[in-house]
């Protein structure tokens, strides 16, 4: 059965849990309305993930999961963003087990301000141990060539590899614009293809800290950046206006797929029109 509870987190944080009757779940924080678990049970998967040093402690955001890249004004943010908006983020499980987020912001000013924003879904995905299978995964992955998992961009339901794949063999802080409706995650270690769908959001981020960095960051384990790539829905190049009254919404839905992908659907020929900002 299809369930909601509201139950006390990590450091007593209150937090909904969402259970789908298939077996699929989520837990969503209200600090930050911040998911921090998507299961499949069908699967046997965890989705998305939290780091294991994260911190559950107000003002500090918590590392992993799905944090919300947003101004959310506390008294100081108030100093650099002073403006009014209610914020509703509708977080659903669909049957499949299927996870989506919609956020709608809208400007409450009560003179006639309009306010600008951007905007992300800064989801860390749950992925195999890079470097401890790139070499299996090598002459497994017969598709692309690739190390065991990339990231590829597809249009259309149509699956291209881009020629150029994005993998992870360092640290990487990208832009990418406008870019498609859909961006797939192939983690061929694991076997499964995780697709990030997206609307009103036409840019993605793919944040990798990388072992140096990851080391400067107090929340994120040493050796946490093996597992959980960073690849989020955003909105960043074209900030967002809205006058008061006015309300903008964004939308990333989220799904697994047993990997299933082969050279046959790929059309390396096609060029995805992407640019990268650094
Ligand atoms: O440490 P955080 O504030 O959570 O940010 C982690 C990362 O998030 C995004 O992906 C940005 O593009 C990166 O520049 C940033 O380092």
């Known amino acids: 059965m299809a369930a909601v509870e509201l139950a006390k987190g990590i450091n007593s944080l209150e937090k909904i849990i969402l259970r789908e009757s298939r077996g699929s779940s989520a837990e969503v924080y ?33 590392r992993g999961g799905i944090p919300l890249c ?9 100093k650099i ?13 669909g049957p499949g087990g299927d996870l989506m987020l919609t956020s709608r912001i809208r ?15 800064h989801t860390y995905f749950s992925v195999s141990d890079i470097s401890k299978c790139s070499s299996a995964c090598l002459s497994k992955a017969t598709c692309f060539s690739m190390m065991n998992f990339h990231t590829i961009l ?55 800290p990388w072992d140096k960095m990851a080391k400067t960051i107090p929340d994120f384990g ?10 989020e829905a955003a909105a960043i190049k074209k900030p967002i206006t809205l006058k008061p009254g006015e309300e903008w919404r964004g939308r990333q839905e989220l799904s697994a797929v047993p990997s299933s992908y082969c050279s046959g659907q790929l059309d ?10 650094q």
């Open 30 to 62: 209200l600090y930050g309305g911040h998911v921090t678990s998507w299961k499949n049970e069908a699967m046997s998967m965890e989705r998305s993930c939290f780091s294991s040093v994260a911190l559950f402690k107000p003002p500090k955001p918590i």
């Open 70 to 78: 947003f101004p959310q004004p506390s008294v100081e943010d108030m």
């Open 81 to 93: 963003w002073p403006h009014s908006y209610e914020f509703r983020l509708r977080v659903a499980l």
């Open 107 to 121: 400007n409450t000013n009560s003179d006639e301000r309009p306010f600008t924003f951007t905007f992300a879904y």
């Open 154 to 208: 597809s249009v259309n339901n149509k699956i291209y590899d881009n020629g150029d794949a994005i993998t992870f063999e360092g640290q990487v802080d990208k832009i990418y614009l406008s870019t498609p409706t859909k961006i797939a995650i192939l983690d061929h270690e694991k076997k499964r293809t995780l697709v990030l769908r997206k609307d009103g959001l036409p840019d993605a981020v793919v944040w990798n």
């Open 222 to 231: 040493d050796d946490e950046y093996m597992y959980m790539p960073s690849v």
């Open 268 to 277: 390396p020929q096609k060029d995805l029109q992407v640019d990268v900002l």
